[in-house]
């Protein structure tokens, strides 16, 4: 399998992206223009594409490129996964030259992911930290 890893998404790929946001129950509800302001304030994109330029890869982090950095919605496109481009994106981001130096990486996922994540040295073990968590009022 051939792919290229991307930092900016052209119009073709928004589009695809806000499709393959559509398969999770995490994101089925994003619109296109949700998804661009989102992409306007991320502060690292990464996508894969395939040799067709198709986006069948994606993940996005917001940082302050010193203290912390948060990785948001890793997502392979239903027919690619179990190819290993999961590992892909989680290395870009890893290796990524602007965030070598930031002392904490953080990003949410289900229990049955921790064990993919683990291998990046993630922990769910945070001592005395938590979670606090605050969700748009319903009206």
């Not at 119009?11 to 619109?31: C, D, S």
């Not at 290993?84 to 030259?97: E, F, Q, S, Y």
Request: hydrophobic content about 40%.
């Amino acid at each position: 399998m051939t792919y290229k890893i991307i930092a900016k998404l052209n119009e073709n790929h928004i589009l695809e992206l806000v499709e393959l946001y559509k398969n999770e129950f995490w994101t089925k509800n994003r619109t296109y223009q949700q998804v661009v302001k989102m992409l306007n304030a991320s502060n690292i994109i990464i996508g894969l594409v395939d040799d067709s330029e198709q986006l069948i890869g994606f993940t996005r982090v917001l940082t302050d490129f010193v203290y912390r950095a948060t990785i948001y919605d890793v997502i392979i496109k239903p027919n690619y996964r179990k190819m290993g481009l999961g590992n892909k994106l989680l290395d870009a981001v890893i290796n990524h030259p602007q965030l070598s130096a930031v002392e904490n990486v953080a990003l949410y996922c289900l229990p049955e992911m921790i064990p993919f994540y683990e291998r990046w040295g993630f922990t769910t073990n945070m001592g005395q930290i938590q979670l606090m968590y605050r969700g748009k009022p319903i009206t």
